[in-house]
């Protein structure tokens, strides 16, 4: 199926409006067709991939419309990667765009084809997983993948004309990328910040002045920077200094305290679970998204949508990249979930993260929230070790809250009392920080 071209259309509905902070639509869409048309003159043709590795910002964003307004696929990567891996990543990609290209400076050809529509079932993106579990995998991602991923975040979060949403993630995962798709698809405004910065997002979303660009609806974070948010004096609610709609909060299991502390400061937040392999969002204030599909793999390995039953997520739908998804269109997620009666999903680990101590099946999700439960613990973080007797021992490794110290004594009576004997932490230690990948998620192999 075609669809008109987000940018496009974008651009003569709302030519004045901003699709970047400073920069109007119709401005956009002019600095894309000149640099579509350089690149054009530099080789690139519809259907090739095209590395992008240019930090977050505007030329970043032109360059990416520019490649989909000549229908070639944009394969983004971060720039800082060692070239080894960035090499991997780019592995079948005739150009990069990078700090270095030829193709800004190269003159354009007047004459290259640039399309007005988009074919749902065409590739425009390949993003690479976040390689939490191994080394990260290219997955492929059609038009018809971000369009539908754009509807149903719009369905489940609203989507005023006047958003302003902030993205302070790296252009290169899909929870940065999605930012930028679903304000082209609805017309509407995203705010990017090169890299993140505490005191330049708490700035951002405490601005209370329309001239000098308005205020901020929605914001995509992670655990680990709303924490520094809230940390830093970030409040909201009635007559308070924000006008969120919505925290957009993924990515990483959300730590115990962190939601009520999000409250109490006033700050709407929208837990979400996603992935790069169903174009972000799969399920965003506890329903899947529309019209997405979830099901639970019990015991028997045939998924179902079955309330009170722990097992792996499947998931299924227009967001889900086929070329990832089995015979049946199904994806196995890997991670650990339960449906309740109103089909609401709750996450609560990864299938492979499982510790089986003395037989026994341990979560590492339920030890954390119970430790996490102590004012001294920001984060606590459960894997398991080998052991000659049990099979593998639980371990957990506490990161303690600025200026507090970690009483370790009270926090394995903590256990004693609220967990089940094979689930308690047999080793305890307390650490600055914990291993993560660059869009904040917990990086658990390399705990051990």
């Given at each position: 199926m075609l669809v008109a071209s987000w940018l496009v259309r974008a651009a003569r509905t709302r030519p004045a409006h901003e699709a970047l902070a400073g920069l109007p639509y119709g401005e956009l869409l002019g600095a894309v067709d000149v640099r579509a048309r350089r690149l054009a003159?530099?080789?690139?043709?519809?259907?090739?991939?095209?590395?992008?590795?240019?930090?977050?910002?505007?030329?970043?964003?032109?360059?990416?419309?520019?490649?989909l307004r000549l229908g070639a696929v944009a394969v983004p990567i971060d720039p800082r990667l060692p070239t080894a891996e960035r090499e991997r990543r780019?592995?079948?990609?005739?150009?990069?765009?990078?700090?270095?290209?030829?193709?800004?400076?190269?003159?354009?050809?007047?004459?290259?084809?640039?399309?007005?529509?988009?074919?749902?079932?065409?590739?425009?993106?390949?993003?690479?997983?976040?390689?939490?579990?191994?080394?990260?995998?290219?997955?492929?991602?059609?038009?018809?993948?971000?369009?539908?991923?754009?509807?149903?975040?719009?369905?489940?979060?609203?989507?005023?004309?006047?958003?302003?949403?902030?993205?302070?993630?790296?252009?290169?995962?899909?929870?940065?990328?999605?930012?930028?798709?679903?304000?082209?698809?609805?017309?509407?405004?995203?705010?990017?910040h090169e890299r993140w910065d505490t005191d330049a997002v708490l700035a951002a979303l405490h601005e209370p002045d329309p001239a000098r660009g308005g205020a901020i609806t929605v914001v995509s974070l992670v655990p680990t920077t709303l924490r520094r948010l809230l940390d830093a004096g970030l409040h909201g609610g009635p007559g308070g200094a924000t006008t969120l709609r919505w925290a957009l909060l993924g990515g990483a299991a959300i730590p115990g305290g962190l939601l009520e502390d999000a409250a109490a400061?006033?700050?709407?937040?929208?837990?979400?679970?996603?992935?790069?392999?169903?174009?972000?969002?799969?399920?965003?204030?506890?329903?899947?998204?529309?019209?997405?599909?979830?099901?639970?793999?019990?015991?028997?390995?045939?998924?179902?949508?079955?309330?009170?039953?722990?097992?792996?997520?499947?998931?299924?739908?227009?967001?889900?990249?086929?070329?990832?998804?089995?015979?049946?269109?199904?994806?196995?997620?890997?991670?650990?979930?339960?449906?309740?009666?109103?089909?609401?999903?709750?996450?609560?680990?990864?299938?492979?993260?499982?510790?089986?101590?003395?037989?026994?099946?341990?979560?590492?999700?339920?030890?954390?929230?119970?430790?996490?439960?102590?004012?001294?613990?920001?984060e606590a973080a459960a894997f398991g070790r080998p052991d000659r007797e049990w099979g593998e021992r639980v371990c957990v490794r506490i990161v303690p809250v600025a200026g507090a110290t970690v009483d370790v004594a009270a926090l394995r009576a903590r256990a004693a009392a609220e967990l089940l004997p094979h689930q308690r932490p047999r080793d305890v230690e307390v650490v600055d920080d914990l291993p993560r990948t660059p869009s904040g998620k917990l990086l658990r192999r390399a705990l051990s």
């Open positions: 003159a530099t080789g690139v043709r519809e259907g090739d991939r095209v590395g992008l590795a240019l930090p977050p910002g505007r030329d970043f964003v032109v360059v990416l419309h520019a490649l780019l592995d079948g990609a005739r150009h990069v765009v990078d700090g270095g290209s030829d193709d800004a400076r190269t003159a354009p050809d007047r004459d290259a084809p640039l399309r007005d529509a988009h074919d749902t079932d065409a590739v425009a993106i390949v993003v690479h997983t976040s390689g939490t579990s191994g080394a990260a995998r290219p997955i492929p991602l059609t038009y018809g993948n971000w369009l539908w991923s754009a509807l149903g975040s719009a369905a489940a979060l609203g989507c005023p004309p006047g958003e302003r949403w902030l993205c302070a993630l790296p252009l290169h995962h899909v929870g940065g990328l999605s930012v930028l798709l679903r304000s082209a698809i609805a017309g509407t405004t995203a705010v990017v400061a006033g700050i709407p937040v929208a837990p979400t679970y996603g992935m790069s392999e169903t174009t972000s969002q799969v399920a965003t204030l506890g329903p899947p998204l529309f019209p997405t599909t979830v099901e639970i793999a019990g015991e028997d390995g045939v998924p179902r949508r079955r309330p009170g039953v722990t097992g792996e997520v499947v998931v299924s739908g227009p967001t889900v990249c086929a070329a990832v998804a089995g015979p049946d269109g199904r994806l196995r997620t890997g991670d650990l979930g339960v449906l309740d009666d109103r089909g609401r999903l709750r996450i609560v680990g990864r299938v492979a993260d499982t510790i089986i101590s003395g037989g026994e099946n341990v979560l590492p999700l339920e030890v954390e929230r119970v430790l996490e439960q102590d004012p001294a613990v920001a």
